[in-house]
Antibody, heavy 120, light 106 residues
Framework: EVQLLESGGGLVQPGGSLRLSCAASGFAFRNYAVNWVRQAPGQGLEWVSVISGRGDTTLYSASVEGRFTLSRDDSKNTVFLQLTSLRADDTAIYYC?????????????WGQGTMVTVSS | DIQMTQSPSTLSPSVGDTVTITCRASQSVTISLAWYQQKPGKAPKLLIYKASSLESGVPSRFSGSGSGTQFTLTISSLQPDDFATYYCQQYQSRRTFGQGTKVELK
């Protein structure tokens, strides 16, 4: 089955860190860019970050630049999003999302999401 | 960064109506524009890519048009399953979503 499965979300205090994982299956993972998109409770979608299929390009939104780090391990078909210096406004569902084609495209496969709550 | 502005924010059509949602980019995104549908508690679903290409499995009542900075999503003969929130997204430079348009039951 073609799918993305996120894990690693949870409750963390302001200033804390978390590492989210996204495990892919059912497609040639190493060929595709993978993104993270988040959605705060009751709010719209916000693109967070993307890593290219070759892993040589990573881009971040201004709101997370310098605090989040995206990486991939193609041997494990997994991407990792390291979240540091977390703030209350980082509270959201974090979705792992695959580009439709190379090199960059729309998002054709979404995970079910993992919830990150930043609160004391 | 490229900003995306959708209008309207909310629509209250009836089943069978034709619905039009507009998305405007702050600078040209050529045709690097997608539309998504999201239902409560679910991940978004791709409807349209490259401004006007219908994703596999999406009903033909959904259509997209436009290029540059002005884009439109049209739903012809709205069905009960179409009540949801719709987002546009550019992927020309990084990625940006519009703020969403909620299509709700009148």
């Amino acid at each position: 089955e073609v799918q993305l499965l996120e894990s690693g979300g949870g409750l963390v205090q302001p200033g804390g860190s978390l590492r989210l994982s996204c495990a892919a299956s059912g497609f040639a993972f190493r060929n595709y860019a993978v993104n993270w998109v988040r959605q705060a409770p009751g709010q719209g979608l916000e693109w967070v970050s993307v890593i290219s299929g070759r892993g040589d390009t990573t881009l971040y939104s201004a709101s997370v630049e310098g605090r989040f780090t995206l990486s991939r391990d193609d041997s494990k078909n997994t991407v990792f999003l390291q979240l540091t210096s977390l703030r209350a406004d980082d509270t959201a569902i974090y979705y792992c999302v695959k580009d439709r084609t190379v090199p960059w495209d729309a998002f054709d496969l979404w995970g079910q999401g993992t919830m990150v709550t930043v609160s004391s | 960064d490229i900003q995306m502005t959708q209008s309207p924010s909310t629509l209250s059509p009836s089943v069978g109506d034709t619905v039009t949602i507009t998305c405007r980019a702050s600078q040209s995104v050529t045709i690097s524009l997608a539309w998504y549908q999201q239902k409560p508690g679910k991940a978004p679903k791709l409807l349209i890519y490259k401004a006007s290409s219908l994703e596999s499995g999406v009903p033909s009542r959904f259509s997209g048009s436009g290029s540059g900075t002005q884009f439109t999503l049209t739903i012809s003969s709205l069905q009960p399953d179409d009540f949801a929130t719709y987002y546009c997204q550019q992927y020309q430079s990084r990625r940006t979503f519009g703020q969403g348009t909620k299509v709700e039951l009148k």
